[in-house]
């Protein structure tokens, strides 16, 4: 009696665990395919060495997960096509994207920027505010 019941919740179980994967597989994505391509450069261009996402990253370089906020994205676009000088060198320069690929990164950020972090990452407080 028992090893038939064992048997057959473990079966049920199984079942339901390949159907709930083969109807997820078949969802669509709810990421924009311009912020999938933007990940992807995200990912071939090692950024996540220096800048960190969600909190997770390099801590090198400024956290991105809400930077469009801050600036509009052309202000980005041109920012990863015609590179500054990163701090605190004097020299080296930020790597260089082309026109799409930095279209495709804004894009991701800006979906990223969608997600809900929960305040995340927190903002400094100005010194001497509440006194």
Not at 45 to 66: I, M, Q
Request: hydrophobic share 40%; aromatic share 10%.
């Amino acid at each position: 009696m028992k090893l038939r019941t064992f048997l057959l919740l473990s079966i049920s179980s199984f079942g339901l665990f390949v159907a709930v994967t083969l109807l997820s597989a078949k969802l669509p994505s709810p990421m924009p395919e311009q912020a999938v391509a933007g990940k992807l450069v995200w990912q071939r261009h090692n950024c996540v060495s220096c800048h960190s996402l969600f909190g997770n990253g390099g801590y090198e370089a400024e956290d991105l997960t809400n930077i469009t906020t801050k600036e509009d994205p052309s202000y980005f676009i041109n920012y990863l096509v015609q590179p500054p000088v990163m701090r605190p060198n004097k020299h080296t320069l930020h790597p260089a994207l082309d026109e799409v690929d930095a279209e495709n990164l804004v894009h991701y950020l800006e979906f990223v920027q969608t997600i809900p972090t929960l305040g995340w990452p927190p903002q400094q407080e100005e010194a001497g505010k509440n006194s």
